[in-house]
């Protein structure tokens, strides 16, 4: 994607983040941490760069989720978390990261409350996962897992007395579902993506 096009993009999608109010969750025994939300320039558009954590994980083995991990006593901000993370799992050197907001946290059933963190990288991006928690990395264009065809509505899930509607996203021969799944929703409803709101 031409330069100029890769800057309208992160200008838009920065507007849209400052615009909004995002949800912030606070549950009383629930665990905080933070995952980065990589968005990377590729020729034909940008992608979202998804992780398959490893299968010997203790948590969350095996699923397709964003680079993340808990908040620890030096990270001042979700942003620090947030960059150390994808630091440790992918390699991302965190100058190569332009923060451009949060989006809304998501409660999970599994006793986190996470919040995302929304990064633009614009140039080459050689992620070199950690085999101990990285299995693979998966880049799919926003273009696709956009479209409306490739998501399937998973009923609802009650979460510390709240109940969420649940879905995935079938594409590139994977499916991204729970928290994950919530956290691109809520990314397509930000830019403002075509039918993004029925969705959940």
């Known amino acids: 994607m031409p330069f100029h096009r890769d800057e309208l993009f992160v200008q838009r999608l920065r507007r849209a983040l400052r615009r909004r109010r995002a949800r912030r969750i606070a549950i009383p025994g629930f665990v905080r941490a933070v995952t980065l939300v990589p968005i990377v320039s590729r020729p034909g558009g940008p992608v979202l760069v998804f992780t398959e954590r490893s299968a010997s994980l203790p ?26 993370e994808a630091r440790e799992e992918l390699a991302i050197a965190p100058e190569s990261v332009d923060v451009l907001g949060r989006l809304d946290d998501v409660a999970t059933y599994t006793g986190f409350v996470i919040t995302p963190v929304v990064g633009w990288l614009s140039g080459p991006a050689p992620f070199r996962p950690d085999r101990r928690e990285v299995r693979s990395v998966l880049e799919v264009p926003l273009s696709r897992i956009g479209d409306p065809a490739r998501f399937a509505s998973r009923g609802s899930r009650t979460v510390a007395g709240r109940r969420y509607a649940m879905g995935e996203f079938r594409v590139a021969g994977v499916t991204v579902w729970g928290a994950t799944a919530r956290m691109v929703h809520c990314l397509l409803k930000t830019l403002g993506w075509p039918k993004a709101a029925s969705l959940f």
């Open 59 to 84: 948590s969350h083995a095996g699923q397709i989720s964003f680079p993340g991990g808990r908040r620890e006593r030096q990270d001042r901000t979700p942003r620090d978390t947030a960059l150390r």
